[in-house]
């Protein structure tokens, strides 16, 4: 089979290879999303015998411009040219000891490169030499795979599982972004070694996990990963909202399936990662408050909030970033029930006031989130909560419109009031500057400075508060 190839690059490489007498092959990633026709960043060139001096040749050949970078260490070495990344390495061989988790590497043919490889569809090569451009090297039936849509490693899954823990989560990744299934004795070998995860640190097993979230229907990577086994060692967090339980023939539903619905739903309408993370987490907080009540039956008061104190430890676990995606998951999470009270009670203004200062910018996304939460089986029980979240959020932009209250800063500031009254700073001014928000958030007052300064004057002689008199 001969493979087209799409870019003039491979062209060049291939008549460096030549000039050197070296068999120069595109593989991995590459090569399989070409044949998937999905856009691929990274090339990377197997090189039979020295990757490093055909990098140095190949740089030399595209002169000006062209950036080089030698990883003598690893054996590769990165050529960066217009934009593209071209990984080279000489063909190599590995051998894992029972003993060590690295790998013996010794140089080898493109057969043993191709046998180190994870899976059948990354381990397929595309020759590039002039004599043979475009010629599809693929020993373990990559091809066939790809249109059956099946994961494989070429080898024992058991063994390449044990020798690279990592490569289950690899597997389960790949078939949630392509929407592959693992073939039977890949899965199974998954499930003998399991345990093993544990020896692959949390950064590596992170970029697995938000690859699966970045799918477009993330449940696959997660049902596949709690069918294994592998979840409760990745993600414990997330298995414990596994389960029903039932009482006097009351149960409540299983929220490890909701939130992956949640998940799904949300991963329907936006991209945004953290948003994402915010639906799978949303009701984290339910096994530590889940409560049986004789009248209401199982009950999660205060969910949110005790799902909002747990995810600074879940992303610490995790390795995910701490700074501003956290402050937005722990936000959406803490606020994913107030639209939903809004509905319940009737809409005022100053519930949406306060919903909209409280989720400032975030509120379309909170909204979204919401929205995706109606994982009711009953269609008139959806059509109608749909219809109400579509009242709440004309509503918000009614209310938006005439207060201006999404990223309101209260108009008069702290160092006003201490100026004003000669106090030092502290809970009196803290008190003043709460008030006032709340009197424009009630509506009491209009979200303008001189109706804030009168009722600031008013509160403060209640106090028994004296302005400066050299004002
Ligand atoms: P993507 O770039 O979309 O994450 P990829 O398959 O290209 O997917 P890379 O990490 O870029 O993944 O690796 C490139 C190639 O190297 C793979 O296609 C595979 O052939 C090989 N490879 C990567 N990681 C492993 C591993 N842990 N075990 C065996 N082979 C691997
Ligand atoms: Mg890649």
Known sequence: MTIELNLPIFQKIGAVADALGLECYVV?????????????KDIDVVVVGNGIQMAEEFAKSLGRGARIAVFKSYGTAQVKHKGIEIEFVGARKESYQRESRNPIVECGTLEDDQLRRDFTINAMAVCLNEKRLGELIDPFGGVRHLDLKMIKTPCNP???FSDDPLRMMRAIRFATQ????LEEST??????NKERIKIITKERIILEINKIMESPQPSTGFLLMEKSGLLPFVFPELDKLKGVEKRNGRGHKDNFLHSLKVLDNVALKSDDLWLRWAALLHDIGKP?????????GWTFKNHNYVGYKMIPAIFRNLKLPLGEPLKFVQKIVLLHMRPIVLIEDEISDSAVRRLLFDAGDDIDKLMLLCEADITSGNQEKVNLYLNNFKIVRQKLVE?????????????????????????PPGKVVGDLKT???????DGIIPNEYDAALQLLFKIAEEKGLKAKTDL
Request: glycine share 6%; no cysteine.
């Open 28 to 40: 991995g990633g590459y090569v399989r999303d070409l044949l998937l026709k999905r856009p691929s």
């Open 158 to 160: 058991d063994i390449t």
């Open 178 to 181: 392509f929407g592959f299934f």
């Open 187 to 192: 899965f199974e070998a998954i499930t003998k």
């Open 288 to 296: 530590a408050t889940k409560e049986w009540d004789e009248q209401v």
């Open 399 to 423: 209310v938006e419109e005439k207060d201006r209250i999404r990223n309101f800063q209260p108009p008069i500031k702290g160092e006003e009031i201490m100026q004003l009254f000669d106090l």
């Open 435 to 441: 008030q006032i928000k709340d009197a424009i958030l």
